[in-house]
C-alpha cells in the first residue's frame, strides 16, 4: 500500500476516534441528566433501593452530604442514609410528601469523558412529621444540588452528592421571615462520617452567598477545582455585592478582550 494512503488512513482513524470521543461526551450530557431525573423520581416515590442504583457503589470514594445532616462516605454509608436512615425514619410514607423537580442543568463533562461536575437548580414542597404525636409541617424547599459524576462499568453514576438549601419555609409564610435552620440534624439518622462542610440558608439580614462555584471547563478530575461536599476557601468569592459590579463600559470591554480576544 502506498505510504500516503497510509498515512491519510492513519489520520482519517485519528479523526474518527476523536468524533467518537467528542460524541460520547455530549451524550453524556442527556445520560446525566435522565440518572438526576430518576433520582428525584424514585426518591420522592420512596425507591431507596433504587436511588442506590444510581450512585457509583463500586467505587470506595462515592460520598454524599445533604443539607445539614454531615457527610457520609463510601457505598456502605450511601446506603446508611437512604436505607437504614431515610426509608427508616419515612416508614409506610402515609402522609409523606417531597418532590424536587430539577432544573437548569449546568453540566461540565471533563475533557478525558470520564468524569463530570453539575449543578441544578430545585424547588419543590415537602412535608413530614419527626414524632406521631406531631402535625404534619408542609414546608417549601428551593435550593441546588451540586454533583460529581462519573463512568462506572461504562454508565454515568453519581459519585459525589451535595444538596444545599437556600429556602426552607412553611408554606402559608413569606420566605423573608424564615428562619435558618443553623443546627438542624434529624434525630434518628445514623452518624455521619464528617461534620457538613457548607449549608447556609437565606436569612433576610445577611448577604445571600454564592455557593457552589459554577463547574467550570477542564481536562481531568485530578487537580481541577471541586464543586461540592467542599468548604469555601478563603480565595472564592461567595459574596457579590455592590464593589463586584463596580465598573464602566470601557473597563468591561477592556477586561473582555483579555479574557476573549477578538479574532478575525
Known amino acids: 500500500m502506498d505510504k500516503s494512503v497510509e498515512e491519510r488512513l492513519e489520520v482519517l482513524e485519528a479523526a474518527l ?3 467518537r470521543h467528542q460524541l460520547a461526551r455530549e451524550q453524556a450530557v442527556t445520560q446525566i441528566q435522565n440518572v438526576m431525573a430518576r433520582y428525584m423520581l424514585f426518591h420522592s416515590g420512596g425507591r431507596q433501593k433504587e436511588c442506590l442504583d444510581l450512585f457509583a457503589m463500586r467505587t470506595e470514594d462515592v460520598g454524599l452530604e445533604i443539607a445539614m445532616w454531615g457527610q457520609y462516605w463510601g457505598p456502605r454509608g450511601i446506603y446508611q ?3 437504614a436512615g431515610i426509608a427508616r425514619h419515612e416508614g409506610d410514607r402515609v402522609g409523606w410528601f417531597c418532590e424536587h423537580p430539577v432544573s437548569t442543568p449546568l453540566i461540565e463533562v471533563a475533557a478525558d469523558g470520564k468524569t463530570a461536575k ?3 437548580s430545585t424547588f419543590g414542597p415537602e412535608t413530614a412529621k419527626m414524632h406521631p404525636e406531631d402535625d404534619w409541617d408542609p414546608n417549601w424547599m428551593y435550593g441546588k444540588f451540586a454533583c460529581d459524576f462519573i463512568l462506572e462499568n461504562g454508565r454515568w453514576k453519581i459519585w459525589h452528592f451535595q444538596v444545599l438549601p437556600d429556602i426552607m419555609c412553611p408554606t402559608c409564610e413569606p420566605f423573608t421571615r424564615q428562619k435558618p435552620h443553623d443546627d438542624f440534624e434529624p434525630e434518628d439518622m445514623p452518624k455521619p462520617h464528617a461534620p457538613t ?3 447556609e440558608e437565606y436569612d433576610v439580614g445577611k448577604s445571600s452567598k454564592f455557593w457552589p462555584q459554577p463547574p467550570e471547563p477542564y481536562e ?3 487537580g481541577s477545582k471541586k464543586i461540592c461536599m467542599v468548604k469555601p476557601m478563603p480565595e ?3 459574596v457579590y455585592d455592590t464593589s463586584y459590579n463596580d465598573f464602566t463600559f470601557e ?3 477592556a477586561d473582555l478582550e483579555k479574557r476573549d480576544p477578538w479574532k478575525e
Open 17 to 19: 476516534a476523536e468524533t
Open 118 to 120: 453539575c449543578i441544578w
Open 220 to 222: 481531568t478530575f485530578e
Open 251 to 253: 473597563e468591561y470591554m
Open 197 to 199: 462542610t457548607f449549608c
Open 81 to 83: 442514609n437512604y436505607v
Open 236 to 238: 472564592d468569592r461567595i
